[in-house]
């Protein structure tokens, strides 16, 4: 197949390597061999690449505004990233390409995230962040994480993780998506259409949901509201899932007692935000989700499982149905 | 038996109530009941209560400084904390009265604040806190816990329930005590007069001994030196196990990659002391080992079965050897 393999600037961890593609197709010969793969971070590179590429493989920073319309042989672009957000809508995408994302490379890196923010939440760590700016040795003593409730939107990779972080801790375990099918890290389903009916119990609430019409500003201020007095908010899935004014508005009112957030909007987060300096609220630079060691491996392992599944016939594992989003 | 239990003031989490001390003899009949309790928070209340109690109950600090020379029938001091450095040297202690700490209360709680601060060092927690402080978003990205070194120094109830949160992210630790007898926790043990051959290889450190005159500084500014570039820090045990400013030095050199200490010297930590703004160092104020909804309970029902033992006439299991100091 003919595989061209659009890279971000050199000194980015998620460049792919030749070498990486290597090790890929020695872990599996019999789809990984007698491929033909090009490697460009240009825009002459990307045209040379493409006038005869059935595959293309990028970041949704160097597929962002990419002109698809005259590569003939396109089949397929393999996005390495969990949410489409920035390439929507799909428009640059020729009838009949396939469109996949990365779904799976994230999860052991989100789990121990996941974990960790949990954790942080629960033996209040924000709020000794903000204590240490002002120099403050006032102690809170708190609970472990076990019997309180944890209630993911999305179930997807990330959320999946999250609900098994929280499983790990002897947690109760709620899942929220757009059906309520039985889900093996959470020990409820609610369909996202009943998401205010679980809000007032949910002690901690993770947001690891797609970006999409429908769950833009999915927590806007009336339903941060509805969640509990002392309620703590971890979002890893986009910024714009929340009214993040709200979230601050609510923060420095005390009705909510702490969040981690890793995504923001907008991002990177401008010098002089009034998020930088919230009460309570820790920042971190959209980081949870990718490990270098193992984001590009893991996608290549990924990417090849489609491979194997389109030669099979089968349905893609990984395409993303355009309709939805993810 | 005749208790008097010498309480913390009024509002302070650590107060036994006569409602708690019920609930233990109600867990624990054939032991726990028939005692006759008094409780105190005044000296006159202490006076009184000592004049024919048979077993003290007390905190450290309202242990500290007491004069029990005359408590004629005092057979046992039951003290609610793990760590005895605070009533040392043992001089107040009238010969032949058995000194007994709560080890085994401060468990859960510690495993889950070791497995944050082990997740928080390995995601560069400590980084972002200082660049959220001039609101600087620059990424970090970091390979997960499975595979790294953790050593830990003390194996007791802390120590080992820090190994087991390093273990349950599958990372390979090290247990460090006075000699090198194998514990479940840790895939190899040394002997604390070999620290030193293991420093190199310990990518993170926790530090849970007890502070003796022995373990005084055990962590110098040569050791600390010795450790990997890179190396990560914890400290639940005494502020005095480190040499506190080397440690400041080695996180504003770079040597150390960050550190989260929950003990300090002094404590508290005062107003304009450099450790609160030194960067990549997380502080908090000595909270990482206790639970407001089990400590106490945990702690009474662990001093019964010491009473348990002692009625049965075997050895202690609570008992402070005098003469190691733990």
């Not at 769950?215 to 009336?222: C, Q």
């Amino acid at each position: 197949m003919r595989i061209h393999i659009q890279n971000p600037p050199p000194d980015d961890l998620f460049v792919i390597t030749p070498r990486q593609w290597a090790d890929a197709a020695a872990r599996r010969p019999d789809i990984g061999l007698g491929h033909d793969v090009s490697y460009a971070d240009s825009d002459d590179g990307f045209a040379a690449g493409m006038a005869d590429a059935e595959l293309l493989i990028g970041t949704p920073g160097t597929l962002k505004g990419r002109v698809l319309a005259g590569a003939a042989k396109l089949k397929m672009v393999f996005v390495m990233a969990a949410g489409m957000d920035k390439l929507m809508p799909f428009d640059w995408l020729p009838p009949g390409v396939a469109l996949l994302n990365n779904r799976g490379a994230h999860g052991p890196k989100m789990r121990e995230f996941a974990l960790m923010a949990l954790a942080m939440l629960n033996n209040r760590m924000p709020a000794y962040a903000t204590q240490q700016r002002r120099e403050d040795w006032t102690g809170h003593f708190t609970t472990i994480l076990r019997g309180k409730t944890c209630t993911v939107v999305g179930v997807g990779d990330l959320g999946g993780n999250a609900g098994a972080a929280a499983r790990s801790q002897g947690m109760t375990t709620i899942g929220v998506r757009t059906t309520p099918a039985p889900h093996p890290e959470f020990d409820r389903m609610v369909a996202i259409s009943d998401i205010d009916t679980v809000l007032p119990e949910s002690e901690f609430l993770v947001l690891a949901c797609p970006l999409l019409p429908e769950t833009r500003n999915l927590m806007s201020r009336a339903r941060l509201s509805k969640l509990p007095k002392g309620a703590k908010i971890i979002n890893v899935g986009r910024g714009a899932l929340l009214d993040q004014d709200a979230l601050c508005d609510l923060l420095d009112s005390g009705h909510l007692d702490g969040a981690v957030i890793d995504v923001t909007t907008p991002e990177p987060l401008p010098k002089g935000h009034r998020a930088w300096t919230t009460a309570n609220l820790v920042i971190t630079p959209h980081v949870s989700a990718d490990s270098p060691a193992t984001y590009n491996p893991d996608s290549l392992d990924i990417l090849l499982e489609n491979l194997r599944a389109r030669r099979a016939g089968t349905q893609l594992p990984n395409q993303v149905e355009l309709g939805r989003g993810y």
